[in-house]
């Protein structure tokens, strides 16, 4: 755990081939996303590649600052990274079983999933988790150079 606190971008460099495996596997599903009274049909895989895109300039950012031998705060590393994969967690569910009627989510379950209470919460957590990055980032930034 100290490990991934102290160099933030290898976990973030990992799951980078997790969200492409999803793009490439749910790549003709589609999630309807409603806002008011306009409807947007957005393909799974486009939000897969996105997310893997996003997290590579997460860990790329996270790789900056450890080249340029700047220490981040722990504790925000910890925050950011513990918020980051509540985000992630429920997302990739919603990837991988949206539309589908799988052994996981028998049909019965899937009528009770509400997988926009779902989505909700994770871009929650999602912007938190950016928040907590950026000001890492600064603050990290402000500091003196670790010996």
């Not at 806002?35 to 939000?47: D, G, Q």
């Amino acid at each position: 755990m100290k490990t991934i606190i102290k160099k933030p971008h290898i976990l973030f460099f990992s799951l980078i081939p997790l969200f492409i495996f999803t793009g490439l596997i749910r790549e003709d599903n589609v999630i309807d996303v409603t806002i008011y009274n306009t409807f947007f049909a957005v393909k799974i895989h486009y939000w897969s590649y996105f997310s893997a895109l996003f997290v590579a300039l997460i860990g790329l950012n996270y790789y900056m600052l450890y080249w340029a031998k700047k220490a981040t705060i722990p504790i925000l590393s910890l925050f950011h990274i513990i918020f980051q994969l509540a985000a992630f967690i429920p997302f990739i569910f919603c990837l991988l079983f949206i539309n589908t009627k799988t052994v996981l989510v028998p049909n019965f379950l899937s009528d009770y999933i509400n997988m926009y209470a779902i989505l909700s919460t994770s871009y929650i957590l999602f912007v938190i988790s950016t928040c907590i990055c950026l000001l890492n980032f600064i603050l990290a930034l402000l500091k003196k150079r670790d010996s």
